[in-house]
């Protein structure tokens, strides 16, 4: 969440890459340019901290310079979910792992089935890793749940992403497919959702278009979940709330 939160990713992930000997590191980036949106010296700088895929969700267009750059090799994703013809992928294969990124419908962009699309998806691609991140970034819990129990024992893991609320709900499903609703923000602790507090109080109380800054001051929370794999099945071992605080 803006300038906050990627102070935070520079000086937390190096030593969690160490501190759990983490092969691959993956991040939903759309709000790292000042909570809105992405540009291309950020997608640099994120893959200079050690951040090895950046997925993304409503907010992926917020930067009109975007488009011009998301159809390059960066690892950058925009929910495979939006129609035929929308700049960008929906997925990539890094190593021996299927990275995917799908966007909800229920309160969000009314965009392609996500659960149609996963299917579509799989039957393209007969030939694919055994090894599946799905980061589904939706708004409701009842329809990342249901992705949720749609994907077990077809997808390694299914992270939801977008409320900015980390939920405790992490688990293996009986298929194999570690799980959580949310994972989180990584933003300041001292704001609504990563805003400033009076400023969306202001938009609350009016009614009435406010600008929402990214809030600066405090310490930031770091969200994240690590997750291990059985590279020989595709199938999660554990997954764990590894949560932080960086002054």
Known sequence: MGRPGRRAVKGLLPILRREFDIDMVIANGENAANGRGITAPIVDEFLSFGIDVITSGNHIWDQKET????????PLLRPLNYPEGVPGRGYL????VLVVN????????????PFRTFD???ESLPERPKTMFVDFHAEATSEK?????????????????HTHVPTADTRILPGGTA????????????SVIG???????????????????????????FNSVLV??????????????????WE
């Open 93 to 96: 294969v890094v190593g021996d």
């Open 145 to 161: 749940v249901a992705f949720g129990w749609y994907l077990d024992g077809r997808a390694s893991v299914l992270v939801g992403t």
């Open 67 to 74: 488009a011009s750059f998301i159809d390059t090799e960066i």
């Open 120 to 122: 579509h998806l799989l």
């Open 195 to 221: 805003v400033e507090i009076d400023a969306v109080i202001a938009r609350f109380l009016t009614q009435m278009p406010h600008a929402l800054p990214v809030a600066q001051d405090g310490s930031v929370l």
């Open 179 to 190: 799980y959580v609703t949310d994972v989180g923000m990584v933003g300041p602790s001292r």
């Open 102 to 113: 799908m966007m909800g419908r229920v309160f969000m962009n009314d965009l392609e089935c």
């Open 228 to 245: 291990e794999i059985d590279e020989t099945t595709g199938k999660a071992k554990s997954i764990k709330r590894v949560d932080r605080e």
